[in-house]
């Protein structure tokens, strides 16, 4: 009799020190930072602006060979099927370039603006910061070209071999790449406010997630495509491609989370190791 309090509140502190641990706190944060609906408006904001613009990017750009679509294929990792539908779906990029008016093009960088305002405005909860004033929106279309240009040398890269090296290199070569802009793209989104290092950690943890969604994208989504493409027609490789966006909103944001809390971490060891060194008295 006298073991059953015990045996009754042994889950109890297991739940409690599961809510406490890294991974809890991250969860609460990601629940609280309502991180799917904000990944949903990411890839709702991605689609409707980013996409089009980079259409028009990918069109101007002698070397992008099928343009967007082969940007796109190559991100998600299909096959030669279904980079067929998604080729066919965007069309040739020569047609895009020609029949784009300079007020479509305007409104396209304005979109792209709103859409860089949507990913600072959650960097900031994620660091329970205040919004940034009016007078920094200028960051928006700095972060707005500094992705145009990482998603040019991303898609750029010519397609390594099947030697073990060449492999290596290319996924050593997207992972760094990924993490600069994470690194860089948080900074400037804070406008300073937040330090390097402690932006580092959710910069690794975005890039390792992203390279993680990108082989997901080849066991789920290239299969996804080529039998939608059947079923549904051209929207049903949308469908697909929405899907993956949400993907990339919930790596992009939950990277955040993480970061922060294993700064958090890391930085409450560290001062406890130092209190053990230097006990008050």
Not at 144 to 149: E, G, R, Y
Not at 158 to 182: E, K, Q
Not at 265 to 279: A, C, D, F, I, M
């Amino acid at each position: 009799m006298s073991n059953e309090p015990a045996r009754t509140h042994r889950p109890l502190r297991l739940w409690r020190r599961l809510a406490q641990s890294p991974l809890g706190v991250g969860w609460n944060r990601g629940r609280d930072l309502e991180l799917m609906h904000r990944a949903m408006g990411f890839a709702a904001l991605g689609f409707v602006t980013l996409v089009p613009l980079l259409i028009v990017v990918a069109a101007t750009d002698p070397a992008s060979g099928q343009g967007f679509a082969r940007w796109l294929s190559q991100a998600l990792g299909v096959a030669e099927s279904s980079q067929d539908e998604v080729e066919r779906l965007f069309g040739v990029p020569g047609q895009a370039l020609q029949r784009t008016t300079a007020f479509g093009i305007a409104a396209l960088v304005v979109f792209g603006l709103t859409f860089g305002s949507a990913v600072q405005t959650t960097y900031e909860k994620v660091w329970d910061l205040p919004a940034a004033r009016w007078h920094t929106m200028w960051r928006h279309a700095v972060w707005l070209a500094m992705l145009i240009v990482y998603l040019l040398a991303f898609v750029s890269t010519p397609l390594p071999g099947d030697s073990v090296p060449n492999s290596l290199l290319a996924v050593v070569g997207d992972l760094a790449g990924t993490l600069l802009f994470f690194w860089v793209s948080q900074r400037v989104l804070l406008c300073g406010r937040v330090r390097w290092r402690a932006l580092l950690p959710g910069a690794v943890a975005t890039a390792v997630a992203m390279a993680g969604l990108r082989v997901f994208s080849q066991l789920v989504f290239s299969p996804l495509i080529a039998s939608n493409a059947v079923t549904y027609g051209p929207f049903g490789v949308v469908l697909v491609i929405q899907s993956w966006l949400v993907g990339v909103g919930v790596v992009v944001y939950g990277g955040a989370i993480a970061g922060r809390v294993a700064h958090e971490v890391w930085t409450g060891r560290r001062l406890s190791r130092r209190e053990e060194r230097h006990p008050e008295g």
